[in-house]
């Protein structure tokens, strides 16, 4: 399971469990088993709603920050959903002393990277992201294989050429790959 | 399943968003003395005072709310198979491919052979399950031929298991 299925079934999951918690406590209390009384009490308890009116200059104040909260998180939930594969946009490399700072964008380089793919036998379409600039660099590739390419070809093009090509490139030799590769219907051949 | 709960999960992300920023706008109105703009929280205000606990309104509103919960529980209790396979790691990296690709590049190979005239493959933990169809009367070892098509084709994948393929033949009967 990756990390957006994993962060969604958890999430999902505490959600899910706070809604039969509620719903069980209201059935349960609706049909009197905490006694008659409860049962025909309004919904609305006359306490808590004293409580509140006591206590209003400062409660209505913070339910609208915890409303705005999860509001909040709820955006970036969203957003991961909707983008769920973060890059590095930009890279820092090895400066040649600690006051220098030299970083470049990665967009020039995955594109590179991703033709030089594209041009090994059997690649029908490669895409390349930089998943994470720590220690060592993760690089996801993104591979349309035809069906009748052996996968050796693509790992040793991978660990031959285009692994060695980012490593000297970065300067860094601690380049880790993550390649996922779809297999697609080899092309037409034509006679002519 | 994966992608229904991804949606679920971007819908109630959505649904918390809208709903946090208008609680939030409402308090606020409702503070500075205005009437509610979209939620009408003084009606739910007086209904909550009205109806008690063992009002019918009630219960169906817990009733609903217990449901969409075991609903959203029974979403992520569902076996998930996964999106892909994995196939040998070394130091460089790791490699996986797409199990519905797999699927159907099996499903290719089965369909290459004379005689069948559409499959399909479902790949398991230890199994690849075929169906294939044919259009002859009398299939003969049709079968075996499928499963040594699929078995070769997904040998020749290389992966990290190896599974028996099981082949469920449908053909035209004989008159």
């Known amino acids: ?192 | 399943m994966r992608t229904v709960n991804r949606i679920v999960a971007a819908l109630v992300a959505l649904a918390f968003l809208v709903g946090g920023v208008l609680v939030a706008v409402e308090i606020v109105l409702g503070l500075a003395g205005r009437d509610p703009w979209i939620i009408p929280w003084d009606a739910w205000y007086r209904d909550a005072r009205q109806h008690d606990w063992a009002t019918a309104s009630v219960r169906w509103l817990f009733a609903a709310i217990g449901a969409a919960g075991v609903a959203l529980v029974g979403l992520q209790i569902v076996p998930r198979r996964p999106a892909t396979l994995p196939f040998r790691s070394d130091n460089d990296g790791e490699l996986v491919i797409g199990r519905k690709s797999v699927e159907s590049t099996l499903a290719r190979a089965a369909t290459r052979i004379d005689g069948v005239d559409r499959a399909s493959t479902r790949l398991g933990k230890t199994t690849v399950a075929v169906k294939a169809h044919s259009h002859r009367r009398d299939p003969g070892d049709l079968a075996g031929v499928v499963t040594d098509a699929v078995r070769n084709a997904h040998h020749r994948l290389q992966p990290n298991q190896t599974r028996d393929v099981r082949v469920q033949l449908k053909h035209r009967n004989r008159r």
């Open chain 1, 1 to 192: 399971m990756n990390a957006p299925d994993r962060r969604n079934r958890v999430t999902l999951s505490i959600i899910a469990t706070l809604l039969i918690a509620a719903a069980t406590y209201g059935l349960l209390r609706s049909y009197g088993a905490f006694g008659d009384a409860p049962a025909h009490e309004p919904l609305l308890l006359d306490d808590v709603r004293r409580w509140v009116g006591r206590n209003d200059s400062w409660f209505w104040p913070v339910v609208a920050i915890v409303a705005l909260l999860l509001a909040y998180l709820a955006l970036r939930w969203l957003l991961a959903e909707l983008r769920p594969q973060t890059s590095v946009r930009r890279l820092h490399l090895p400066a040649p002393s600690p006051e220098d700072h030299i970083s470049v964008t990665t967009n020039a380089l995955t594109r590179a990277i991703a033709e030089d793919l594209n041009r090994e036998p059997g690649v029908q379409h490669a895409t390349v992201t930089l998943l994470d600039d720590g220690h060592p660099i993760e690089v996801l590739l993104d591979v349309d294989l035809s069906d009748d390419t052996q996968i050796d070809l693509l790992r040793d093009a991978v660990r031959l050429r285009t692994l060695p090509h980012l490593r000297e490139t970065l300067e860094r030799p601690d380049v880790h790959s993550h390649i996922r590769v779809k297999l697609t219907t080899p092309p037409a051949r034509h006679l002519q």
